[in-house]
């Protein structure tokens, strides 16, 4: 949704799947295409630090915190622990 909204902006390239990994994302950043002057790509979490390494691996501009669910407290353990997660990133 983040990106078709950008399109309106210029050549956009986003995340395909479910890349949001360390593995994932290295993926999507060698995919950008050498004209694209965006690119949304999406992190996702699953023990503790990782949204602040992978946000290392993209050094964004500009950051959305999107879909914080129960499905993330796995590894994290409680909504707190999370959410202090997603706002250090």
């Known amino acids: 949704m983040v990106a078709l909204a950008l399109q309106r902006r210029g050549l956009v390239y986003e995340t395909m799947g479910n890349q949001n990994n360390r593995i994932g994302v290295g993926l999507s950043l060698i995919g950008i295409p050498g004209g694209a002057e965006m690119a949304v790509l999406e992190l996702g979490i699953c023990r503790k630090g990782e949204i602040s390494e992978l946000a290392r691996m993209c050094e964004p501009n500009v950051r959305v915190v999107l879909n914080v669910g129960a499905a993330h407290l796995e590894n994290l353990g409680v909504w ?8 250090r990133f």
Do not use: S, T
């Open 80 to 87: 707190r622990r999370l959410l202090v997660q997603r706002v």
